[in-house]
């Protein structure tokens, strides 16, 4: 939940010298709707809400009061990240929410949905000999990925991500789409 690696969503932090008018480490330690707050040696890891939003941050430098600066991975959820970002600033500095209303999902959360139609099309059911999930992981999961040998992929975390949202996938295709109407972040 907390990786940023696994949770686009999540903004990393880190101290920012010399730079004005940025989000300060006392304005998200003194947010009035902090959800979780936990500090590891590494840093401090808070999840932060308001009316539209769960904002998850990590910052890496606790310890150093004053202005923070966003650190993004130029990887392919770079929009999610950046999105991220600009939705703490914004709510941090009250200039208003996102023009993304409340109940859409978030550029994360489409990208899963997406994954999911694709493993769904993927998985159907109606032709005989349906893909492997093995398949579904190097082909939609994680396209840039391959397994050396079935001992590598059995015990992979790539493998249980995959029969997770594999599981996901399904059960959204037995009824549980009907959750989308009533989307929360």
Same mark, same amino acid.
């Given at each position: 939940?907390?990786?940023?690696?696994?949770?686009?969503?999540?903004?990393i932090?880190?101290?920012?010298?010399?730079?004005?008018d940025?989000?300060?480490?006392?304005?998200?330690?003194?947010?009035?709707?902090?959800?979780?707050?936990?500090?590891i040696d590494?840093?401090?890891?808070?999840?932060l809400?308001?009316?539209t939003?769960?904002?998850?941050?990590?910052?890496?430098?606790?310890?150093?009061?004053?202005?923070?600066?966003?650190?993004a991975?130029?990887?392919?959820?770079?929009p999610?990240?950046?999105?991220?970002?600009?939705?703490?600033?914004?709510?941090?500095?009250?200039?208003?929410?996102?023009?993304?209303?409340?109940g859409?999902?978030?550029?994360? $959360?489409?990208? +899963? *949905?997406?994954?999911?139609?694709?493993?769904?099309?993927?998985?159907? &059911?109606? !032709?005989?000999?349906?893909? %492997?999930?093995?398949?579904?992981?190097?082909?939609?999961?994680y396209?840039?990925t391959?397994?050396?040998?079935?001992?590598?992929?059995?015990?992979s975390?790539?493998?249980? $991500?995959?029969? +997770? *949202?594999?599981?996901?996938?399904?059960?959204?295709?037995?009824?549980? &789409?009907? !959750?989308?109407l009533?989307w %929360?972040?």
């Amino acid at each position: 939940m907390w990786r940023a690696s696994l949770h686009p969503g999540t903004v990393i932090l880190v101290p920012a010298h010399n730079i004005e008018d940025c989000v300060r480490l006392e304005d998200l330690l003194a947010w009035r709707d902090k959800l979780v707050g936990i500090s590891i040696d590494r840093g401090r890891y808070l999840a932060l809400g308001n009316a539209t939003h769960v904002h998850r941050v990590f910052i890496r430098d606790d310890s150093a009061l004053g202005p923070l600066a966003a650190v993004a991975a130029i990887d392919r959820h770079l929009p999610q990240r950046l999105h991220a970002a600009q939705q703490l600033r914004a709510s941090v500095s009250g200039a208003g929410e996102s023009k993304q209303p409340l109940g859409t999902p978030t550029p994360y $959360h489409a990208d +899963r *949905l997406s994954r999911m139609l694709r493993i769904l099309d993927a998985l159907d &059911y109606t !032709r005989p000999g349906a893909v %492997a999930s093995r398949e579904v992981s190097e082909s939609i999961v994680y396209p840039s990925t391959r397994f050396a040998s079935a001992v590598d992929w059995k015990v992979s975390s790539e493998r249980r $991500h995959t029969l +997770r *949202l594999i599981n996901e996938a399904i059960g959204m295709r037995e009824g549980g &789409y009907v !959750r989308l109407l009533t989307w %929360a972040r």
